[in-house]
């Protein structure tokens, strides 16, 4: 694209006069390559040679503006062909539209929508879905009801993603019912209800607790809608099992997952094991394990947090530790979270001497700690009366760039209040005082 320039020149003193196809073809062109200000360049070069454009050469070039969002740009053109009388059409209002959602500026959509209409362009199915998706995601349902009665009015038929997004804002709502009605329309209109709609519908009732509904979705998508159920449907309901501590129930849908041949991934795994760790049957966790590593899912962050927190929970402080190294030679670094479990476990086991070298290990390797689990550390130190070694790692905090907060004050002041080390208990409450964390 870039010798397109010198090409048309070429083709100019010849006295070749290129149409209207060829000169939207290197607008498109240009467009693709995301290279549209040289597109808006050609256009204003071929213009000024008295060339003209149609109304699919300005679409093309409006809509690649929006794509790289400039849309006040696009709207600028739309009124320089108003200018030219060339007649704007649903194409241009509507990826003008678009762009103004995009942008967060459903206020000026509207506008250019009711705009579109006093002209008297009418609006197709694109523009009615953008519409409805830009009044979804911004909780207005009642205008995007509003939009499909109008377009039902209009004679334009709702397709899949029109009904898709209704459900789906409503469901986000906790509008279970409407949602519900909304799925008895697009049966009666004869759209078949995709398996995004049915696994929309049964978060929608998770969502509100209620989980009977939800199986009973669930059963409709295996039976009477003849949609077959993808991973995500067993992975919504089997997470919401586990949440229930229904593992029972969760781990009978995985075997159900084997004979209809559709394979768990590390979502399904990730939350029996956290299931089964939540109700202390950590003995069942290492059979799952090894299934995942035979159908190859690999565990990621969540399985090893669920495991840690069972783990330590459970009081398998040396497991704990061991898994926590396994995960760090495998390359799947640990988050705040799943370190200040582990310490806290260790701290509570007694086993300081053990954590601190772990703290150590992980400093030298480069991770940050959060206040939290310096928290946590600091704690643990000063329960066993090593008061020097607390004040030593709130120094090293600090030098971490880490700063105490109230409950570091507290964990220190009633430490030395314990060991009638008065003074100095009052001297850390006068600097709490100062830092201005005693309320």
Same mark, same amino acid.
């Given at each position: ?114 705009? /579109? @209409?006093?002209?008297?362009?009418? #609006?197709? $199915?694109? *523009?009615? %879905? &953008? !519409?409805?998706? +830009? =009044? ?49 329309? /697009? @049966?009666?209109?004869?759209?078949? #209800?995709? $398996?995004? *709609?049915? %696994? &929309? !519908?049964?978060? +929608? =009732? ?234």
């Amino acid at each position: 694209m870039t010798s397109a320039f010198s090409v048309f020149s070429k083709i100019f003193k010849l006295g070749y006069h290129p149409d209207v196809v060829t000169l939207t073809t290197v607008i498109r062109g240009f467009c693709s390559k995301g290279e549209v200000h040289k597109a808006l360049n050609f256009h204003d070069k071929v213009v000024a040679q008295g060339f003209r454009f149609n109304q699919i050469s300005y679409a093309t070039l409006m809509n690649g503006l929006c794509k790289i969002g400039e849309t006040k740009v696009a709207i600028q053109l739309l009124r320089i062909i108003e200018a030219q009388s060339i007649e704007p059409d649903v194409v241009m209002y509507s990826t003008i539209i678009d762009s103004l959602f995009k942008d967060k500026l459903a206020s000026e959509a509207s506008d250019m929508y009711s705009e /579109m @209409v006093v002209k008297g362009i009418s #609006p197709n $199915i694109f *523009t009615y %879905n &953008t !519409l409805i998706y +830009g =009044y979804c995601i911004r909780c207005r349902l009642q205008e995007s009801i509003g939009l499909v009665n109008e377009m039902l009015s209009n004679n334009i038929m709702p397709d899949f993603y029109t009904y898709n997004m209704l459900i789906d804002a409503l469901c986000k709502k906790g509008k279970i019912k409407q949602a519900m009605n909304v799925l008895a329309m /697009m @049966v009666r209109a004869c759209v078949k #209800p995709t $398996i995004v *709609t049915l %696994n &929309t !519908l049964m978060e +929608g =009732y998770y969502l509100v607790n209620e989980v009977k509904n939800a199986k009973y979705v669930f059963s409709v998508i295996m039976t009477q809608m003849g949609v077959t159920p993808d991973i995500y449907s067993y992975n919504i309901i089997i997470n919401e099992l586990c949440k229930s501590k229904r593992i029972y129930e969760a781990m009978n849908l995985l075997q159900k997952m084997h004979t209809r041949n559709i394979v768990p991934n590390v979502v399904t795994y990730s939350s029996l094991i956290d299931g089964l760790c939540k109700s202390g049957r950590i003995s069942y966790v290492w059979a799952l394990i090894d299934e995942m590593h035979d159908k190859n899912q690999q565990p990621n962050l969540i399985t090893y947090n669920s495991l840690l927190d069972g783990l330590c929970k459970n009081h398998y402080s040396e497991k704990a530790i061991e898994l926590f190294r396994e995960m760090i030679e495998k390359g799947i670094r640990p988050d705040k979270y799943t370190s200040t479990i582990v310490i806290d476990e260790m701290c509570k086991a007694g086993r300081l001497k053990n954590v601190s070298e772990f703290f150590q290990d992980l400093l030298i390797q480069g991770y940050c700690f959060d206040i939290e689990t310096y928290n946590v550390m600091i704690s643990g130190l000063c329960k066993r009366g090593l008061l020097d070694e607390a004040l030593t790692l709130w120094f090293m905090m600090e030098d971490h760039g880490c700063m105490p907060d109230a409950i570091t004050f507290q964990i220190v002041v009633c430490a030395f209040f314990e060991k009638d080390e008065t003074e100095k208990a009052e001297k850390f409450l006068r600097e709490m005082i100062t830092r201005g964390l005693l309320k």
